[in-house]
């Protein structure tokens, strides 16, 4: 019998291919076996050979600090600039006892106590992130660095620092730990100082230092510049007399604020006492949190006084040249207005150069409740000066329709009403810029869009005249005059209000005064708070610190004189 051949093939190729595939099969299930047995290696008996591999290089996204915009003043001097520091922090979990004396070195270098030292990293012996020192300098921080200690790290920050430390405090308040505004100019243009944190991708080593940038995932943003219309000589000018000021008086406080008579712009607004914005460990917050010019509100008494003889000669209500009975006292209904002195007849310039509350009081009267309110208003009493600076004061004035008789006698003469140095200020622009009113602004502007005219401009110009009157030898402020200048200004002596009504032995000493008085180019208005020397009126208290800050400040502008006894000073010049 034969075999066919064809089928004899087939079963031999058939079992040939049998035996590849169960030798392919062994083959595989060997390599598993060989990768099973590797990774079980590494994963149970090298861990640590693979943990120290994964940790010595990988990818981590980390924020790039973003410069904090400067604030300089009207001359491009800095007043808050932000230097680069360094921050050390610690990740717990990765210390070495073996390292103890490494980091105890550490400690003396960042001048942390040995004791202090130990106590806090036992504190904090679980954690992976906390700070063992906040903004160091740069040296420092590399001579940590160079020790090499696990789980010891350096990070970039940016601090703070103030060059004319407490000359400008208060009012440009002061940023935390984290580059944040916290308190005055700093807090309430926070949007535009503080920039935008980036974020870029880095490769780091087991120690967490960065050995190469990857990519910027998001760019930092520098915060913006402000530029305020302060002027750094002018502000020293001030904080030096007023602070004289508050010495020599043995005052509470005080604040001051010196105006561009013609535009509103701020030169200089000082607050005592004040604090040094670099070193605050030691304050408290009532030293820091007020900045009295801005946020404070007073009675201005008898600084109010040319604003109603002013308003009264607008009207029409008054003849220039009228004369004034006063005698001492004056009866309105069952209400009695006293000055210190009788006075007798006064026409008006005397009637501001005595401060009569009497003779002011019958010039109010004659005036209808509603035009005397809108004077005020016009002049910024009861509003905010709209300045941008955090917890402004807006100062207080009662409606009229919820006036009786008597009040409109007080607000004549400063009482009843409530406003910052600041407004009081500027409404003085009212007389010094020939009847208009000015906004006051910290930020530099080319005009003033709401300036508004309040008095016609020889109204003004008259009341000025009568003014200048104040600073003579017979007036309430001979201690403001300012040799080879007319000075115009006027006092206010004002009795501190408590719950119960007004005090008889705490008094606020106010003066506001412009100059040169042909042409004011400055206003300063300044208050002193509850002097206890013996003195308290605004002429022998307030009035020398305005005189001395007004020669510094027509000096430094070089303003010519206009006195006319002192024209020879003039001549020489030419």
Same mark, same amino acid.
């Given at each position: 019998m034969k075999i066919d051949p064809t089928i004899r093939t087939s079963r031999y190729a058939t079992g040939d291919f049998v035996v590849r595939r169960r030798l392919l099969q062994y083959s595989m299930v060997v390599a598993m076996l060989v990768l099973v047995g590797r990774a079980v290696y590494l994963q149970i008996f090298s861990k640590e050979f693979l943990q120290d591999k994964g940790d010595s290089q990988y990818l981590e996204v980390v924020p790039v600090s973003a410069y904090r915009g400067q604030i300089r003043d009207r001359n491009g001097e800095p007043l808050a600039i932000s230097a680069p520091v360094q921050s050390i922090w610690i990740n717990a979990r990765q210390l070495k006892d073996s390292e103890q004396a490494k980091i105890d070195e550490m400690g003396r270098?960042?001048?942390?106590? !040995? &004791?202090?030292?130990?106590?806090? =990293?036992? &504190?904090?012996? &679980?954690?992976r992130f906390f700070y063992l020192k906040r903004q160091i300098i740069p040296a420092l921080a590399e001579k940590v660095k160079? =020790?090499?200690?696990?789980?010891?790290?350096?990070?970039?920050?940016?601090?703070?620092?103030?060059?004319?430390?407490?000359?400008?405090?208060? =009012?440009?308040?002061?940023?935390?730990?984290?580059?944040?505004? =916290?308190e005055g100019l700093e807090h309430g243009y926070e949007s535009?100082?503080?920039?935008?944190?980036?974020?870029?991708?880095?490769?780091?080593?087991?120690?967490?230092?960065?050995?190469?940038d990857v990519e910027n995932i998001a760019e930092a943003e520098a915060g913006r510049d402000l530029v305020l219309t302060i002027d750094e000589r002018i502000q020293?000018?001030?904080?030096? !007399?007023? /602070?004289?000021?508050?010495?020599?008086?043995?005052?509470?406080?005080?604040?001051?604020?010196?105006?561009?008579?013609?535009?509103?712009?701020?030169? #200089?607004?000082?607050?005592?006492?004040?604090?040094?914005?670099?070193?605050r460990k030691e304050l408290n917050s009532s030293q820091y949190h007020r900045n009295r010019a801005m946020v404070d509100s007073f009675e201005p008494g008898s600084t109010v006084k040319p604003f109603v003889v002013a308003a009264a000669l607008d009207g029409g209500y008054i003849d220039p040249n009228i004369l004034i009975e006063t005698h001492g006292i004056y009866h309105l209904g069952r209400n009695v207005v006293k000055d210190v002195h009788n006075y007798g007849t006064l026409d008006l310039t005397h009637v501001l150069q005595?401060?009569?509350?009497?003779?002011?009081? /019958?010039?109010?009267?004659?005036?209808?409740?509603?035009?005397?309110?809108?004077?005020?208003?016009?002049?910024?009493?009861?509003?905010?000066?709209?300045?941008?600076?955090?917890?402004?004061?807006s100062g207080s004035l009662l409606d009229y329709q919820s006036w009786h008789e008597f009040d409109q006698a007080t607000l004549s003469f400063g009482y009843g009403v409530s406003t910052s140095i600041l407004q009081l200020a500027r409404a003085y622009t009212a007389l010094a810029d020939d009847g208009i009113v000015?906004?006051?602004?910290?930020?530099?502007?080319?005009?003033?869009?709401?300036?508004?005219?309040?008095?016609?401009a020889?109204?003004?110009?008259?009341?000025? !005249?009568?003014?200048?009157?104040?600073?003579? &030898?017979?007036?309430?402020?001979?201690? #403001?005059?300012?040799?080879?200048y007319r000075v115009a200004g006027k006092t206010g002596t004002v009795k501190k209000a408590t719950k119960g009504g007004y005090t008889e032995d705490k008094y606020l000493s106010v003066f506001v005064g412009m100059a040169p008085a042909s042409n004011p180019r400055f206003i300063i208005a300044i208050v002193v708070d509850e002097?206890?020397?013996?003195q308290y009126y605004g002429g022998q208290v307030a009035a020398p610190a305005f005189a001395k800050v007004m020669a510094g400040a027509l000096r430094v502008y070089g303003v010519e004189p206009d006195g006319v006894d002192n024209m020879h000073v003039l001549l020489s010049k030419r």
């Open positions: 270098i960042l001048s942390i106590p !040995e &004791k202090d030292l130990h106590s806090l =990293l036992k &504190k904090q012996e &679980k954690k160079a =020790l090499g200690i696990a789980g010891v790290y350096a990070q970039r920050e940016f601090k703070r620092y103030y060059p004319a430390g407490a000359v400008s405090a208060h =009012l440009l308040g002061f940023t935390n730990v984290d580059d944040v505004g =916290l535009i100082l503080r920039g935008k944190i980036g974020r870029k991708q880095v490769i780091k080593d087991g120690k967490s230092q960065i050995i190469e020293y000018l001030a904080y030096r !007399e007023l /602070q004289n000021a508050v010495i020599q008086n043995k005052a509470h406080s005080a604040s001051l604020v010196v105006l561009d008579a013609k535009n509103g712009d701020v030169l #200089a607004s000082v607050s005592q006492p004040s604090f040094n914005p670099n070193n005595k401060s009569s509350n009497i003779a002011v009081t /019958q010039i109010a009267m004659t005036m209808e409740p509603k035009d005397f309110w809108d004077i005020y208003s016009k002049l910024g009493f009861g509003t905010s000066a709209g300045i941008g600076f955090p917890g402004e004061a000015h906004s006051v602004t910290l930020l530099k502007r080319d005009e003033d869009p709401d300036a508004k005219r309040v008095f016609k020889e109204t003004a110009r008259k009341v000025r !005249e009568m003014l200048e009157q104040v600073i003579s &030898k017979e007036g309430t402020a001979y201690l #403001a005059r300012v040799e080879g002097p206890t020397s013996g």
